[in-house]
């Protein structure tokens, strides 16, 4: 990663992260650059993959027992 990659819903990635980025979802549904895709991006164990659009993120989590899904993920805003 090269530089900072927005997510929405999460923020800011940095190359130091740990995430990796992938031209396309594992499963092949989601492809960089098509149908408003603007980033993909796993984490480093590649356990769960960030499909990013201009202003929502889905969450793509592999499953062991063969039943992947896809989460919506959410702007968390914490207080501290």
């Known amino acids: 990663m090269s530089e900072l990659v ?3 819903g999460i923020g800011l990635i940095s ?10 979802c594992s499963d092949g549904v989601f492809t960089l ?3 408003g895709v603007v980033s993909i991006t796993a984490t480093g164990d590649r356990k769960v993959e960030f499909i990013a659009f201009e202003n929502h993120t889905i969450a793509y989590v592999n499953s062991a027992l063969g ?11 914490i207080l501290l």
């Open 15 to 24: 190359e130091q992260s740990g995430f990796i980025p992938l031209e396309q």
């Open 33 to 35: 650059q098509r149908d």
């Open 6 to 8: 927005k997510i929405p």
């Open 67 to 77: 039943y992947p899904a896809y989460y919506p993920v959410y702007c968390m805003n």
